[in-house]
């Protein structure tokens, strides 16, 4: 029977992981094919849509390196994931400065994003498990879905082939969310964790709707569509929680609507 890794051999094994998957931006993809906007979105909305991920790379290198320089970054196995992953989200970031530049712009952090990135680093209690939380499981999840999203409908060949590249490293670092909060939550008192749970819900339900309505197509996405999709992302999020110790499974049923 094989023995159960410890949390630090967990931790050890996903930042050597992160060390032996390194890659290029130059040649992540051939740069010189074009660059295809989906014809149902406007140039503009595709833009705005794609600075979004970019703009998240930033804000999460940046809470990678607060992360470090507290309790956190003590941790051997924690500091040596996040110091990987910090080069991870510089490469991401040029990766999609690069595609911008191929279509010729890049928009501003919506408004609800940028609260979610300032509001994710504030969490109540322990303010490096709400970091961590915010950004490497829902933030760094959500990125996830929605990169293989890209990877099943978007119609540009360049953007697919870079996503397929940064998902494997999004996937990585949702790992060290995970393992890292598994341990850390299990010693917290239920109301803390439920505080911190319904945090996270206001947090990701502010953000999902706003981005929502900003992105909508009208005509394509009716409103009661759209907040379906929404209840079913969310739904996702919490078996997510749950899986992590956040919630439990009755108080899981209970919060499973937004």
Known sequence: MASVRTIPDRLAALAANGADAPWSVDDAVD????VVVPTWLPRRTFIAAVSQLYHGEIATAVACRRLLAGPVGADAGARACL?????????????????LARLGDIAPTEPAVAAFLRDGAAGPGDPDLGAILAYHVVLEGEALRIQ?????????PVF????????????????FGRIYLE???????????RVMFLWVKALWRACAESVMDRFRI?????????????ES??????????????VGEGEAREAARL
């Open 183 to 193: 341990n850390r939550l299990a010693h917290l008192p239920v109301e803390e964790r």
């Open 160 to 175: 697919r082939a870079l996503n397929a590249r940064i998902a494997r490293d999004e996937a990585r670092h949702v790992g």
């Open 233 to 246: 992302r969310w739904q996702r999020q919490v078996k997510d929680l749950v899986a992590l110790g956040l």
């Open 148 to 156: 293989q999203g890209f990877a099943t409908w978007l119609p540009c």
């Open 218 to 230: 009208p005509g394509v996405m009716t409103a009661r569509i759209a907040q379906r999709w929404l």
């Open 83 to 99: 110091e990987a992953q910090i080069v991870d989200e510089a490469r991401h970031a040029r990766a999609y400065r690069t595609y």
């Open 31 to 34: 740069w010189r094919a074009p």
